[in-house]
């Protein structure tokens, strides 16, 4: 099968459609996502991309269209989707330490299992660079360390397909950087199927295999773009890259356009 993730003509309105009140959060989207592909979805704020990402999930029905995960149509959160939110800190559990924040997708299992998974969550935690810090509570850590922790916890729920919105926007521009090659990192070893929603162009540029640009209202599907730089990717080296530059430049006068014009006359 070449595609994961289907989206045939799909539309979202929010309210009773055809009422006063019934608003159009984007119109006739198709998008399809092969295995272990890495796509990214830009548009300006309020376009709608964090709405499309929960229809993905499964998390809120689509007003029409079809949305397909492996040629199922999607009815309800699906095994093996794991959903990272943008706001890490109301993500993780106060209470709980890092560890038993990372375990917690695996709480159900036999208690035979859990010395396993401990160990297994140990590893995840590694993996983002975490080791030491297994025993500490979110509040004790800084944002960015939220943040992987949040990344383990959703390793620990073996992904196939990790959905991300806007993962990095509340952290600073530096471990912004460090948490996008982790992803990257991750994504490579792990070969889940991406799907992050970002408003930062560069960003797109910097992790994706595709990019799927939303227009401004009213929203749909502007342009698909293939991204092709060569892997792995790195900030330094790929950042200056022409090809990056060019597709920078090309997203950001779809996305800046009209504003920067406007601006200019005013
Ligand atoms: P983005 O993530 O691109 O910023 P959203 O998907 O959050 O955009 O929202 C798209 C539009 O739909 C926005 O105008 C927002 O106000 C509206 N919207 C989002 N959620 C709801 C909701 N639950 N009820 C009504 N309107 C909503
Ligand atoms: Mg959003």
Not at 142 to 148: C, I, K, L, T
Not at 155 to 183: G, H, I, K
Request: aromatic letters at 8%; proline letters at 6%; charged letters at 20%.
């Amino acid at each position: 099968m070449s595609s994961q993730i289907q989206l045939k003509n799909v539309s979202k309105v929010y309210g009773k459609p055809g009422s006063p009140d019934a608003y159009l959060a984007f119109d006739a989207v198709s998008l399809t996502v092969a295995p272990s592909e890495f796509v990214a979805i830009v548009g300006p704020s309020g376009c709608g991309k964090s709405t499309l990402l929960r229809i993905i999930a499964g998390l809120m029905p689509q007003t029409s269209g079809d949305v397909l995960l492996d040629g199922r149509a999607v009815d309800g959160p699906p095994e093996g989707v794991v959903y990272l939110f943008q706001q890490y800190s109301k993500s993780l559990f106060a209470w709980r330490t890092v560890l038993d924040n990372v375990m917690f997708p695996l709480e159900s299992a036999p208690r035979s299992e859990r010395a396993r998974l401990r160990e297994r969550c140990i590893g995840y935690i590694r993996q983002v660079g975490l080791a030491g810090f297994e025993n500490k509570y979110p509040w004790q850590i800084s944002g960015g360390m939220q943040q992987r922790v949040a990344i383990a916890r959703a390793l620990a729920a073996n992904p196939r397909v990790l959905l991300l919105d806007e993962p990095f926007s509340a952290v600073d521009a530096l471990t912004r950087m460090e948490l996008q090659s982790l992803v990257l990192d991750l994504w490579r070893e792990n070969r889940f199927t991406a799907v992050l929603v970002t408003h930062d162009v560069e960003e797109a540029v910097f992790l994706a295999d595709k990019i799927a640009v939303l227009s401004h209202r009213p929203t749909t599907l502007a342009e698909e773009i293939e991204v092709g730089l060569p892997r792995p990717r790195d900030h330094i080296v790929t950042r200056e890259d022409p090809a990056f530059l060019s597709l920078r430049h090309h997203l950001m006068s779809s996305l800046l356009g009209d504003h920067a014009r406007t601006r200019a006359h005013a």
